[in-house]
C-alpha cells in the first residue's frame, strides 16, 4: 500500500552540466503528470513523462525540471537579426508618427522575446537526455520511498479501524439470532393484553412470526459484511497500486451496513450500524490517499 501524497528530488551532473528534478504529488482520482521544465530540455519531455508512466499509477503529479551548464561551450548565444532590424523599425516608425523620443536601447532590443536565441553544443541533446533520464528516477525512488511510508502509516491506521468494525460486526452477528424470539415474546404479550387471554390462534400467531423474521434476517448481509472486511484486509496488504480497489470495497461495506439497519428494528443493532457506519467513513478518508 503506498500514499498517493510524496515529494522527491534528485540531481545528475556530468561535463558541467546539471539536471535537477523535483517531483510533488498528492491525491487525484487518476494520474494527471504536469512538466515545468526549460525549453532547452523541451526535447526530453515526451519520454520523462513516460516514465512517471511507468512508475506511478495515481495522484496529480507536478515535475519541476531545472538546468544550469557552467562548462565552456556548452551554451551559445546567436541574435535573430532579422527580427531585432524589424523590431527597431517598427519602433522608429512608431516615434516618428507620434512624436515620441526615440530613446531605443540596446537592454530594450535585448529583452525582445526570441531576440536572442540560446542553443545547447553540437551534440549535447544525448548526455541531457540521459541527464534528465538518471535525475528523474532518482527523484522517483525518493517519491516512492515517501509514498511507502505514508502508506505503512495508513496501514495501521486503517487496520485499527477494520478491527473496530470487525467488533461491530461481531455484536450484529449475536444479536441477530435473538431477534426474532424477542419480537415474537412482545407479540404474543401485546396479543394478549388486546384480547384479554380469550385466546390466540397459534397458526396465524407462527405464521406471522415466520413472515417477520424473513422479513428481518440479516444472515447473508453479516456474512457479507464479513467476506469484505477480509478482502480489504488481504487488497490493503499488498504492494501494488489498490486504492480504487479498496473506494470499491468500501462502498459495498457502507452498502451490507445500510441494508441491515434497514432491516433490523433492534436498537443494539441499529446502534451498532451506526457506529460501523462511523469506522467505514473514517476507513473512506484514508482509502482516498491511497495509490
Same mark, same amino acid.
Given at each position: ?84 532590424? +524589424?523590431?527597431? !523599425?517598427? %519602433? *522608429?516608425?512608431? #516615434?516618428?508618427?507620434?512624436?515620441? @523620443? =526615440?530613446?531605443?536601447?540596446? $537592454? ?89 387471554? +380469550?385466546?390466540? !390462534?397459534? %397458526? *396465524?400467531?407462527? #405464521?406471522?412470526?415466520?413472515?417477520? @423474521? =424473513?422479513?428481518?434476517?440479516? $444472515? ?72
Amino acid at each position: 500500500m503506498r500514499s498517493m501524497t510524496g515529494f522527491g528530488r534528485a540531481e545528475a551532473e556530468e561535463n558541467g552540466r546539471k539536471v535537477t528534478v523535483e517531483i510533488k504529488a498528492v491525491n487525484h482520482r487518476f494520474l494527471d503528470v504536469t512538466f515545468r521544465m526549460p525549453r532547452a530540455l523541451s526535447f526530453a519531455e515526451e519520454s520523462m513523462r513516460k516514465a512517471v508512466r511507468e512508475r506511478l499509477s495515481r495522484g496529480k503529479v507536478d515535475v519541476y525540471v531545472g538546468y544550469s551548464a557552467i562548462a565552456d561551450g556548452a551554451k551559445t548565444a546567436s541574435a535573430d537579426i532579422a527580427l531585432i532590424r +524589424s523590431y527597431v !523599425d517598427a %519602433a *522608429r516608425a512608431a #516615434a516618428a508618427l507620434t512624436d515620441i @523620443a =526615440d530613446d531605443l536601447k540596446l $537592454s530594450d532590443i535585448l529583452s525582445i522575446p526570441d531576440a536572442i536565441m540560446i542553443e545547447e553544443e553540437k551534440g549535447g541533446e544525448g548526455l541531457l537526455t540521459n541527464l534528465c533520464s538518471k535525475a528523474l528516477q532518482g527523484a522517483l525512488d525518493a517519491l516512492e520511498e515517501m509514498r511507502e511510508r505514508e502508506g505503512a502509516e495508513l496501514y495501521n491506521d486503517i487496520t485499527a479501524c477494520l478491527a473496530d468494525l470487525e467488533a461491530q460486526a461481531a455484536l450484529i452477528g449475536a444479536r441477530k439470532e435473538s431477534v426474532p424470539k424477542e419480537y415474537a415474546e412482545k407479540l404474543r404479550l401485546r396479543i394478549r393484553e388486546l384480547t384479554e387471554g +380469550s385466546g390466540l !390462534d397459534e %397458526a *396465524r400467531f407462527n #405464521a406471522e412470526v415466520a413472515y417477520m @423474521a =424473513d422479513r428481518m434476517d440479516i $444472515s447473508e448481509e453479516v456474512v457479507r459484511l464479513a467476506t469484505h472486511i477480509n478482502q480489504f484486509r488481504a487488497a490493503a496488504g499488498a504492494r501494488d497500486a489498490v486504492g480504487r480497489k479498496l473506494d470499491f470495497m468500501v462502498q459495498e461495506m457502507n452498502r451490507e451496513l445500510n441494508t441491515i439497519g434497514s432491516k433490523s428494528a433492534d436498537m443494539a443493532i441499529t446502534n451498532a450500524v451506526i457506529e460501523g457506519k462511523s469506522i467505514v467513513e473514517k476507513i473512506r478518508e484514508q482509502v482516498q490517499n491511497i495509490e
